[in-house]
């Protein structure tokens, strides 16, 4: 798989209601009050690249790099679990992606899954989905190596915040817990093409969840969004992973300015890391 620069156009749509939807690079639309003025003013100043030349902010790179997965796979029908929704904006972009046909893939459907913790964020998520018909279900929990439950952090406002997540200690909510081999039996995934991963430090955790399905090769893409330096993803999931995943991707998080197959991109906080069955190559 090389990866490469895919260019697209955003489609002329029309919102679910006549006020309250903005229009989103793909076509489809995420409800205006999900994001506070102070988050979207916060998040345009922490990812301004400190240099006077044009550089790519790590939303574009993940975006190129679920878009070469998209052209990547060879199937009618692309299936993702999107673990750590937030405001369910990957699955909203596969949506869009494919029932938009933004590139020559040849997928012509998807289904997703996306889970939550956070009540607010999943009740967004659930609304983007049902008011825009997108072939997805919302779950409201969180994802790690066990069934059952776990405290969650939901402490911060739900506009200006989507760094919520699983705190045994401080967790001021008690939501379900799913592993992912759970997930997929249970809403019926046979097979997930993409993994879409942003659990704020569950990472790890979430894919032993997916062991027999890892084993049974029924997980073809991993994309991890990591964190923190400390818990070092990059080493221990390509280890968990191995030897059946290449690496595909790996900027590690704070890198500052690094260069990617893309060009240029400025990663102040986050890292990525993208790894692919080998079977598929």
Same mark, same amino acid.
């Given at each position: 798989?090389?990866?490469?620069?895919?260019?697209?156009?955003?489609?002329?749509?029309?919102?679910?209601?006549?006020?309250?939807?903005?229009?989103?690079?793909?076509?489809?639309?995420?409800?205006?009050?999900?994001?506070?003025?102070?988050?979207?003013?916060?998040?345009?100043?922490?990812?301004?690249?400190?240099?006077?030349?044009?550089?790519?902010?790590?939303?574009?790179?993940?975006?190129?790099?679920?878009?070469?997965?998209?052209?990547?796979?060879?199937?009618?029908?692309?299936?993702?679990?999107?673990?750590?929704?937030?405001?369910?904006?990957?699955?909203?972009?596969?949506?869009?992606?494919?029932?938009?046909?933004?590139?020559?893939?040849?997928?012509?459907?998807?289904?997703?899954?996306?889970?939550?913790?956070?009540?607010?964020?999943?009740?967004?998520?659930?609304?983007?989905?049902?008011?825009?018909?997108?072939?997805?279900?919302?779950?409201?929990?969180? /994802?790690?190596? =066990? #069934?059952?439950?776990?405290? %969650?952090?939901? @402490?911060?406002?739900?506009?200006?915040?989507?760094?919520?997540? !699983?705190?045994?200690?401080?967790?001021?909510?008690?939501?379900?817990?799913?592993?992912?081999?759970?997930?997929?039996?249970?809403?019926?995934?046979?097979?997930?093409?993409?993994?879409?991963?942003?659990?704020?430090?569950?990472?790890?955790?979430?894919?032993?969840?997916?062991?027999?399905?890892?084993?049974?090769?029924?997980?073809?893409?991993?994309? /991890?969004?990591? =964190? #923190?330096?400390?818990?070092? %993803?990059?080493? @221990?999931?390509?280890?968990?992973?191995?030897?059946?995943?290449? !690496?595909?991707?790996?900027?590690?998080?704070?890198?500052?300015?690094?260069?990617?197959?893309?060009?240029?991109?400025?990663?102040?906080?986050?890292?990525?890391?993208?790894?692919?069955?080998?079977?598929?190559?």
């Amino acid at each position: 798989m090389q990866l490469r620069t895919l260019k697209t156009l955003t489609p002329d749509t029309t919102p679910p209601d006549p006020e309250g939807w903005q229009r989103l690079w793909h076509g489809f639309f995420q409800l205006e009050h999900v994001r506070s003025p102070e988050q979207r003013q916060q998040t345009a100043l922490a990812h301004t690249p400190p240099v006077d030349r044009e550089v790519l902010n790590m939303r574009d790179v993940e975006t190129q790099l679920l878009l070469n997965m998209v052209l990547d796979i060879r199937k009618q029908e692309i299936t993702m679990f999107e673990l750590g929704a937030g405001r369910g904006d990957w699955c909203l972009t596969l949506a869009g992606v494919i029932e938009h046909r933004l590139i020559p893939c040849m997928a012509r459907s998807y289904r997703c899954l996306a889970i939550e913790g956070e009540p607010t964020h999943y009740e967004w998520t659930r609304t983007h989905f049902e008011k825009q018909h997108v072939n997805a279900v919302a779950v409201h929990g969180a /994802v790690t190596a =066990h #069934d059952g439950s776990v405290r %969650f952090d939901a @402490t911060t406002d739900p506009a200006s915040h989507y760094g919520q997540a !699983i705190d045994e200690r401080r967790g001021n909510l008690t939501v379900p817990a799913y592993t992912v081999d759970t997930l997929m039996a249970e809403h019926g995934f046979e097979h997930v093409d993409i993994v879409h991963l942003d659990v704020q430090g569950e990472e790890y955790n979430a894919l032993v969840g997916a062991e027999r399905a890892l084993a049974e090769n029924r997980i073809d893409y991993v994309l /991890v969004a990591s =964190h #923190d330096r400390e818990m070092d %993803f990059h080493e @221990t999931i390509p280890a968990l992973l191995a030897p059946d995943f290449d !690496i595909l991707f790996d900027v590690r998080p704070k890198a500052g300015i690094a260069n990617t197959v893309f060009g240029e991109a400025f990663f102040p906080s986050h890292g990525l890391l993208v790894l692919k069955r080998k079977a598929l190559a």
